[in-house]
């Protein structure tokens, strides 16, 4: 179980005054549970991910895994961030601790066949399309097996079939490794396809303000029309929940 618990989290403003960017934030991921936080633009889900990840420690609160600081983390950002200079195999494996780099090669392999990237193991990245890239992305996100994935709005800026092509990998790999997910997202259509369950945050200072357990059976169709009825059941139950978020899209 992730346990988290932030009291306040802030950071100095443009005149150096300390600015509230999340307050009185309690969240809980069960193990092997798909969790999307969703809110507005700026109220604090960035910052949320980077305190569960440990990139940034300067809170008051506190953050545990069964017990201790999240180890085992697999990470994903809205941009790829591959080495220009290697190839797509040594991208995956560049998150792989040096001692077992060699044993974890036939898993990084077999994800990148999942990945259907297994004709460009030794291409650069300079050569692939976008969602080529994130796909890599997704490759190295699972390579080390995590037992948490962090997800910050990966799928961000992509076509709506790439998108979807890219949201149906990562489920199959969910499913096969069984890693906690939080991933982040300001797309409500993209929580409702993904999530065991949602967390709303408020505008910010960011706290959950409300959390739904989404029961659609999977594979989900992202356009389909349970998808559709159970938002447009939140939009007009809860109008204030998504104040801030962009209208729902047209597809
Ligand atoms: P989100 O990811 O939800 O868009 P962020 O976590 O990026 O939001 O940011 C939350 C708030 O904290 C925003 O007001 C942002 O301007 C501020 N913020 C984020 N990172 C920093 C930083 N490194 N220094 C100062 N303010 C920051
Ligand atoms: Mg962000």
Not at 126 to 134: I, Q
Not at 222 to 240: F, I, M, N, Y
């Amino acid at each position: 179980m992730l346990d988290i618990r932030i009291d306040t989290k802030r950071y100095p403003d443009r005149s150096g005054r300390p600015h509230l960017a999340l307050s009185g934030l309690r969240m809980q991921v069960a193990r092997g549970e798909f969790v999307c936080v969703v809110g507005p633009s700026g109220c604090g889900k960035s910052t949320l991910l980077g305190i569960v990840g440990g990139l940034d420690r300067a809170c008051a609160g506190a953050v545990s895994m069964d017990g201790a600081a999240p180890a085992d983390l697999g990470f994903m950002f809205q941009e790829p961030r591959l080495m220009p200079w290697m190839s797509v195999l040594d991208n995956v494996l560049l998150v792989v601790p040096d001692a077992v780099r060699a044993q974890a090669r036939p898993r990084a392999l077999e994800l990148l066949r999942a990945m259907e990237l297994g004709d460009v193991l030794d291409a650069y990245p300079g050569r692939l399309s976008g969602g080529m890239m994130r796909r890599v992305a997704l490759a190295r996100a699972f390579v080390n097996e995590p037992a948490l994935l962090l997800m910050d709005e990966p799928f961000v800026s992509l076509d709506s079939p790439t998108a979807n092509r890219l949201r149906a990998m990562l489920v199959a790999q969910w499913r096969r490794c069984g890693a906690s997910v939080l991933f982040v997202t300001h797309d409500l259509r993209e929580a409702l396809a993904l999530a065991d369950r949602i967390c709303f945050l408020s505008p910010s200072p960011g706290r959950v303000v409300f959390e739904l357990a989404v029961d659609l059976p999977r594979p989900r169709d992202p356009s389909g029309a349970q998808l559709d009825g159970l938002h447009a059941q939140l939009l007009a139950r809860h109008p204030e929940l998504l104040a801030g978020l962009p209208a729902a899209r047209e597809e």
